[in-house]
Every structure is written in structure tokens, then in C-alpha cells.
């Protein structure tokens, strides 16, 4: 597959790049992307509720009434689950959400998502650029002339903080670098752009391993 390169005006430079065939080609594996997303999302969540069982609600531990005669149940303790106020049964406690995956398994994962967003033509190419300074104002021009205005995942080669802090404001639109590439991220862009020296380190990362 060939891609056009375009430069941050919208325009043909001329120049094409050939992608390659083990990571922009692959016969996509949904179990490994569903692997992948879960994961990703699973590392995501903190883990921190908490609710208080019955021995750690604060209350009397007086019998708060007696055993027989009332017509009622026995009742022992305020704290019980069945009152208000008292402890729950079975609550959620502090967890570690997240689970080990293999790293030929990710791998695979990566690279259905790029062959998927490929075989779809939701893949751009974009020659190197930079911006002076910080604006997010040069940044939303960029976007517009290469007419991606839906979520856009834009990849550039190494951090660049002027890059970087133009994108992070603009909503749907998230800036990522070659080695940081996720899948949960690539499957949730309705279009990925490429600037140029980016494709080179996506290939070498995930092409045989």
C-alpha cells in the first residue's frame, strides 16, 4: 500500500511512501484487540472504592433490644446490615484492576488496528513539520487543511512539547508519539494521521516480533 504525503497546507507534495505489508497488512485479530482494549481500559481504573463492612461501621455494640417477646426478629446489633446505617454485606474493597498480557500478543493487537484503519483509508500521511511556539490556533488550521475533523489521533515521530500543548485543548483530537501507540487509541479515532518519520519507527517496533 502507498500513501500520498501531504504537507500541513492540505496539499500533494508528490512524494508517496510504501507501507508495510507486516504491520499496515495484516489479517486483523479481534481476540487480540478485545485483549488489548480491555486491559488498557482495566489500567485505567484506580481501584479505590471502598464500603464499611459491619465491623468497621461506628455504633453501639449493646443488644438493642431483648431476645424474646417482642414479636418481632432477634436483632443482636445497630451495626447489622439490615438496619440503616449499618455495615454492608459483600462490599467492594480497594483492587488492582489490571491483568499481565504477553508482548507478542499486544504486538498483534497494534498492528489489526493498523491494518484495520488502512484497509478503511483512514490513514494520512503527513510530511515533518514544526510549530515555533505553542498554538493551538496553527494546530486547528493543520487539522482543517487536511480536512480531519472528526477524532483524530495524531502520531509524530518524538516528543514535541510545541506539538504536544498546540493539540491538547482541541477536543477529539489526541497527540501521540510512534513508541507510545496503544490500541484502545487507534480504534477509537475515526482517522490517523501520520507525520512522515513517524511510520519508519511504527514498522521497526512492530514488524518481526
Known sequence: MELSVLNIKGEDTGRKIALSDAVFGAEPNQHAMYLDVKQYLANQRQGTHKSKERNEVAGSTKKIKKQKGTG?????????????GGGRVFGPKPRNYSF???????????????SLLAKDNKVALLESFSLESPKTKDFIAILNNIKSTGKTLFVIPTANDNIVLS???IPKVKVATAA????????NA?????????VNIIENLLSNK
Open 100 to 114: 499481565k498480557l504477553n508482548k507478542k500478543l499486544k504486538t498483534v493487537a497494534r498492528v489489526s488496528a493498523l
Open 72 to 84: 418481632g426478629a432477634r436483632a443482636g446489633s445497630i451495626k447489622s446490615p439490615l438496619f440503616v
Open 190 to 198: 475515526e482517522r490517523v494521521v501520520l507525520v512522515e518519520e513517524s
Open 180 to 187: 507510545d501507540l496503544n490500541t484502545y487509541d487507534l480504534l
Open 167 to 169: 493539540g491538547r485543548n
